[in-house]
Structure formats: C-alpha cells, structure tokens
C-alpha cells in the first residue's frame, strides 16, 4: 500500500469512550501531522511530529492524546470528548517539516 | 482572525473555459502559498505551489499567480475538466515555519 492511510474511515463514540485514530505513511517521510477539519471551518492544525518528537502542539484539550511510536505511525488517542469534537480528523505526512504535505483520507469522527 | 480567506465559498464554470479561484492572505510573514484539491471522503491532495520570490508557476494546465503587495493569489485552471470538479483549499506558511494555515475552501464545479 502507498501513501498515507487511515484508520478507521469512520467512527462513532460516546463521550465516555476512550478510541485512537491510527495513521500510517508509506514515503518516507520525517514529519507526520493532525488537523481537524470542521464544516465550515478551515482546518486546523492540531500536533507536528518530526523524527517522533512533538515539535507543535497547537492548543489542543488534553482529551486528545497523539502518538508517533515511530516515523511511519502516528496515533490519536482519544477519550471523553465532546458532541462539538465531531470532524473530520485528517493525518498528513512531508519529507521533512516546512516542505509539501500529503493528507490521508481522514477519519470521520461523530461523538454521541 | 483568519489569515487565509477564501471569499468565495462555490464556484461554477462551463468545461473548457477558465476557471479562476482566488485566496488573500493577511501575514506579511507568509513566504510560500499552496493548493491543495479535496474529492469528497478524500484527503486534500497537493495540486501546485509557490514562494514568495516568484510571481508565476505553471504546472500543465494549472497556473498560480501570486501579487504579494495585494496579498492576493489565484489559481487558474484552463481548460477546465469535468474531473476538476472538487473544493480547493489555498494554504501558506512563513519561513522556516511548519505550521500550513489554510482557507475555508472553495468548491468548483465545471459543468458539462
């Protein structure tokens, strides 16, 4: 398989739940990323990881816990959310940070 | 404070004629500008990109002008393909900078 893929495509939770998002690149790439897509909205940069160290954490609640076990994978593990955390959670990886980044399919997330 | 605005939100042209979608931008410190294609249950897809030093690129039919005293940047599509249908999101990021703040999108639609 090439590129960046995600899984699940689609999830549905309850706020007590506890789910992660995987992602994996198959470029290799250095730089792995999260953003948050919300109707309407532009989206939103959530985690940076280059060489597997957090280099941005863009204000994100704790309820959301990333990841990167490696430079192919990175996880978002989530628990307790919010009805308003429902979007569309897309995983992106660049040869290294600042250059050209490719999305996955995302992961669409609806919290009950 | 949005600092990519994409003003129009839809768009709709008639095949082979030119397709025009534009992006202004607020950050002086902004220094390469992007577009990415979005089918819907896809990632966005990296389309074509400029920096700052330049003021045209051309990939095929596929053009970005960028004005930097006006802030402004366009993406010109000719001719324009049934295929291209899809939202388009214009991105940017300052120097040495990882962070890619995007706009809201705006969705084309060619119309056989």
């Known amino acids: 398989e090439t590129g960046v893929t995600q899984t699940p495509r689609h999830l549905v939770m309850g706020m007590t739940n506890k789910k992660s998002l995987k992602c994996e690149q198959h470029?290799?790439?250095?730089?792995m990323y999260w953003y948050k897509q919300s109707a309407k909205k532009p989206l939103e940069l959530m985690f940076v990881?280059?060489?597997?160290?957090?280099?941005e954490n863009n204000s994100v609640p704790s309820r959301f816990s990333p990841e990167c076990p490696n430079s192919s994978h990175l996880f978002l593990h989530l628990h307790t959310l919010q009805p308003e955390d429902s979007a569309l959670y897309l995983c992106?990886?660049?040869?290294?940070?600042?250059?050209?980044?490719?999305f996955g399919p995302g992961t669409r997330l609806l919290v009950l | 404070d949005q600092q990519v605005k994409q003003n129009s939100p839809s768009l709709s042209v008639q095949e082979g004629r030119i397709s025009i979608l534009n992006c202004d931008y607020t950050?002086?410190?902004?220094?390469?500008f992007l577009w990415y294609k979005k089918y819907p249950a896809e990632g966005p897809t990296f389309l074509i990109s400029?920096?700052?030093?330049?003021d045209k690129n051309e990939d095929g039919r596929f053009t970005v002008f960028l004005n930097k005293s006006a802030k402004h940047l366009s993406l010109h599509i000719v001719p324009s393909q049934p295929g291209d249908s899809a939202v388009y999101f214009c991105a940017a990021s300052g120097v040495g900078n990882e962070k890619l703040t995007f706009g809201t999108g705006t969705r084309l639609t060619i119309i056989p």
């Open positions: 400029i920096s700052s030093i330049k």
């Open positions: 470029l290799g790439h250095n730089a």
């Open positions: 992106a990886s660049s040869p290294e940070v600042t250059e050209t980044q490719y």
């Open positions: 990881y280059s060489l597997e160290e957090r280099v």
């Open positions: 950050n002086s410190m902004f220094d390469y």
